[in-house]
C-alpha cells in the first residue's frame, strides 16, 4: 500500500514566525507532489505543487522536495492567523496519476 | 483552471436508501476521481472514472455499493447506494487541471440516520 506520512500536529506558531510542515512518501515512482490547505467545512485548496528536486518558492510559501529522501515539505514565512487550516500533502501515484493524500497537519498561528 | 459543480452540497438521508451525488466540469477532462473525507480525517480515493470505461476503483471500495458514471468528457456522478451511518462523510470530485494542479469540487456533506 503506497502511503503518504504526515505529523498530523497541531503545529502551533506565533504570528510572523516560519512554520514548517513535512511529508515522506513511500512511491519511489511518484513524479509530482502537492500541497492543499483545508479550512474546516470546505474542500481543499491547491497551495504549490512541485515536481524537480530543489525548492520552488511562491510568495510566502516554498515548497522543498527531495526524492532520494522521499521527503517533500512546506515552509511558510511570516506566518498569519489566517494560515491556520489543516495542510495536505498529496502524492501522485500510479498510471492514472491519481492522488494520494497523507493524514494533514493541522496549524495554529497565535497572535 | 478547471471549475467544477458539485451537487447537492449536503444531504441527510435514511439507511437503505442511496443518494447519486453530481459533478459538473466547465472543460472537458480526461480522468475525474471520487474521494471519500470522513470526519476529522483526511482524503480517500474511491475510485477514478475514464469516460468511456468502468471506474477503477481502491482497495477496500466496490462497484456495488459506489456506481459511478462518467457519460462524457464534463460529467460524473457517484452514487452512494444502501446506505449506513457509516457512510456519514463529505464526498469530494477532484479533477487532474494540468498546470494548475487538481482541483477539487465544494463538496456533498452526507448525514444517514
Known amino acids: 500500500q503506497k502511503e503518504v506520512e504526515q505529523n498530523s500536529g497541531p503545529l502551533s506558531v506565533p504570528e510572523g514566525a516560519i512554520a514548517s510542515l513535512n511529508c515522506t512518501y513511500s512511491?519511489?515512482?511518484?513524479?509530482?507532489f502537492f500541497w492543499y490547505r483545508q479550512y474546516s467545512g470546505k474542500s481543499p485548496e491547491l497551495i504549490m505543487f512541485?515536481?524537480?528536486?530543489g525548492d520552488k518558492e511562491d510568495g510566502r510559501f516554498t515548497a522543498q522536495l527531495n526524492k532520494a529522501s522521499q521527503y517533500v515539505s512546506l515552509l511558510i514565512r511570516d506566518s498569519q492567523p489566517s494560515d491556520s487550516a489543516t495542510y495536505l500533502c498529496?502524492?501522485?501515484?500510479?498510471?492514472?496519476?491519481?492522488?494520494?493524500f497523507g493524514a494533514g497537519t493541522r496549524l495554529a498561528v497565535h497572535p | 483552471s478547471a471549475v467544477i459543480s458539485q451537487k447537492p452540497s449536503r444531504d441527510i438521508c435514511q439507511r437503505g436508501t442511496s443518494l447519486t451525488i453530481q459533478c459538473q466540469v466547465d472543460?472537458?477532462?480526461?480522468?475525474m476521481f471520487w474521494y471519500r473525507q470522513q470526519p476529522g480525517q483526511s482524503l480517500t480515493l474511491i475510485a477514478t472514472?475514464?469516460?468511456?470505461?468502468?471506474?477503477?476503483?481502491e482497495s477496500g471500495f466496490v462497484i456495488d455499493k459506489f456506481p459511478i458514471s462518467r457519460p462524457n468528457l464534463t460529467f460524473s456522478t457517484l452514487t452512494v447506494s444502501n446506505m449506513s451511518p457509516e457512510d456519514s462523510s463529505i464526498y469530494l470530485c477532484?479533477?487532474?487541471?494540468?498546470?494548475?494542479?487538481?482541483?477539487f469540487g465544494s463538496g456533498t456533506r452526507l448525514t444517514v440516520v
Open positions: 472514472a475514464n469516460q468511456g470505461s468502468e471506474a477503477t476503483y
Open positions: 512511491d519511489r515512482g511518484s513524479q509530482s
Open positions: 512541485i515536481y524537480s528536486n
Open positions: 498529496a502524492v501522485s501515484s500510479g498510471g492514472y496519476n491519481k492522488l494520494i
Open positions: 472543460s472537458q477532462v480526461t480522468m
Open positions: 477532484s479533477v487532474d487541471g494540468g498546470f494548475y494542479g487538481y482541483t
